[in-house]
């Protein structure tokens, strides 16, 4: 068998035996450094196969991995590799993404875990001008080529403040500050089932406290921005990071992305860095551990 099937399998298996959703695509919680190589179009040699898999067409104008694009966030542990660059306006959508669906037919458990979480770095080094630019969203389809609607959409205006949408044509809601250009945030974002008729709420949380990372549900602090504006949906199959050419969301500019991890819980997404108790901890468990080997 292929190595790299086999460890799909393993890892499969693995993420049913934990509770995790057994996934299509990747298992839950995923995440993703791009320790890919230098220069390549997202979707491309390195970050093909079971990873950026579905999207439009890697052409002119695609993401690319960048080491220019490599951040760090304080507290936050980094993937290290180097990071995504987004920029302009390419002549044809240049979507990609990653399957994250628990299966190739129905997404309906989703609903049964609660929640669907993001986190990524963004540094934002122009902003757009004329519409905003819409960074990332979701899709809400079983297809696996181009040309999707997104949803879930997380948006920079040309004002700098970020904004999330539940649906591509239902209104923004906007964050009250502006971003800074030059700065790295860390992003968050949410999408959590409701009971109820188009009552799901997308939340997004901008730089969230560093007392958070690591948090139970009980404890995720207030969200930045919040909606519930426009149609619940039944499903979500994959997590996109966007570049559109056309629609109100073409607005260019250019933009650093990294570190993205997707789960189902905010502590699988704002992860805490290690402390020097734990790191110790470990060191003694290691230690322990060889002894008993050797006593054995």
Request: charged share 15%.
């Amino acid at each position: 068998m292929n190595p790299r099937a086999f460890s799909l399998i393993v890892a499969a298996g693995l993420a049913l035996a934990a509770g995790n959703p057994t996934v299509w695509g990747v298992p839950l919680p995923f995440a993703d450094g791009f320790n890919y190589p230098e220069g390549e179009r997202l979707g491309t040699t390195g970050s093909s196969g079971d990873t950026w898999s579905v999207g439009n067409s890697t052409g002119t104008g695609s993401a690319t991995i960048s080491s220019s694009a490599a951040l760090t966030y304080p507290g936050l542990p980094s993937l290290g590799g180097l990071g995504v660059l987004s920029s302009g306006v390419p002549s044809s959508n240049r979507d990609r993404g990653v399957l994250i669906a628990p299966d190739t037919a129905s997404l309906a458990n989703w609903a049964d875990l609660g929640s669907l979480y993001v986190s990524y770095l963004l540094r934002v080094d122009n902003g757009p001008s004329g519409t905003p630019r819409l960074l990332s969203a979701y899709r809400d389809s079983t297809g696996t080529g181009g040309g999707f609607t997104p949803s879930g959409g997380l948006f920079v205006g040309t004002d700098l403040k970020v904004g999330i949408a539940k649906q591509a044509d239902t209104d923004i809601a906007w964050s009250a500050d502006p971003i800074n250009t030059g700065e790295t945030y860390l992003l968050v974002w949410r999408y959590k089932y409701v009971d109820g008729t188009d009552n799901d709420e997308l939340a997004l949380w901008i730089n969230p406290p560093a007392s958070s990372f690591g948090a139970s549900e009980d404890a995720v602090p207030a969200p930045t921005v919040v909606t519930t504006t426009g149609p619940d949906d039944t499903g979500i199959f994959a997590f996109h990071f966007t570049l559109r050419s056309s629609a109100q969301y073409n607005g260019g500019g250019d933009y650093a992305l990294d570190d993205l991890r997707i789960g189902n819980t905010w502590a699988s997404v704002v992860v805490p860095e290690p402390t020097t108790a734990v790191l110790i901890g470990f060191g003694f468990l290691a230690l322990w551990q060889g002894r008993r080997i050797r006593q054995g």
